[in-house]
């Protein structure tokens, strides 16, 4: 069965920088594009980050835009999300999401339990 | 970007009652949205996909309609694994967009 598991989240000071990982397991991770969701305290789930199967198409969020990147390493099976110039706006918890392997279709068909960011000083 | 606004905010019905949940886009999205069921401390669920198709393993009684600029999520008859917050999700662009939420809550 697929699995993603987040890890990477902690406590970091505003201005601070962080990497999350995604580890993927049960699927051929390579042949799946993936998204960064998060969940912010009070807000619902807002999309940040999408990465194509061999990473040449990315998009942002324009909250995030240039502050955060994405990338992946198809022969680790892991998606990753660099945060730099981090304000608290950016806690909550982050989320990988899987696409769906359909061409025609882009829906987020497996997440994982998600990775807590809290930025605070 | 394209916005997307669900209404209402938070619905308030009893188990076995028909509950609807609209999500409009600010520009056309074709059919490409997806609802999800999203419960405190869970990974999001998918339900449905390319506007009306459901989820694998989704229970019947979830529906979903629409195209263009306007969906709906519908549940037949709610039942008391259904008390959560739902969303739409627009993929229509590589900027994909959640709604605001919907938050079912026992009457």
């Known amino acids: 069965e697929a699995q993603l598991v987040e890890s990477g989240g902690h406590l970091v000071q505003p201005g601070g920088s962080l990497r999350l990982s995604c580890e993927a397991s049960?699927?051929?991770?390579?042949?799946?594009?993936m998204n960064w969701v998060r969940q912010t305290p009070g807000k619902g789930l807002e999309w940040i980050s999408y990465?194509?199967?061999?990473?040449?198409?990315?998009s942002y969020a324009a909250s995030v835009k240039g502050r955060f990147t994405i990338s992946r390493d198809n022969a680790k099976n892991s998606l990753y999300l660099h945060l730099n110039s981090l304000t608290d706006d950016d806690s909550g918890i982050y989320y990988c999401?899987?696409?769906?392997?359909?061409?025609?279709?882009?829906?987020?068909?497996?997440w994982g339990q998600g990775t807590p960011v809290t930025v605070s000083s | 970007d394209i916005q997307m606004t669900q209404s209402p905010s938070t619905l308030s019905a009893s188990v076995g009652e028909r509950v609807t949940v609209t999500c409009r886009a600010s520009?056309?999205?074709?059919?490409?949205l997806a609802w999800y069921q999203h419960k405190p401390g869970k990974a999001p669920k998918l339900l449905i996909f390319?506007?009306?198709t459901l989820g694998s393993g989704v229970p019947s009684r979830f529906s979903g309609s629409g195209s263009g600029t306007e969906f709906t999520l519908t549940i037949s008859s709610l039942q008391p694994d259904d008390f959560a917050t739902y969303y739409c999700?627009?993929?229509?662009?590589?900027?994909?967009?959640f709604g605001q939420g919907t938050k079912v809550e026992i009457k």
């Open positions: 999401a899987r696409e769906a392997l359909d061409s025609s279709d882009s829906s987020l068909d497996y």
């Open positions: 049960g699927f051929t991770f390579r042949s799946y594009e």
């Open positions: 990465i194509n199967t061999n990473s040449d198409l990315k």
């Open positions: 520009q056309s999205i074709r059919n490409f």
């Open positions: 390319k506007a009306s």
């Open positions: 999700q627009q993929y229509n662009t590589y900027s994909r967009t």
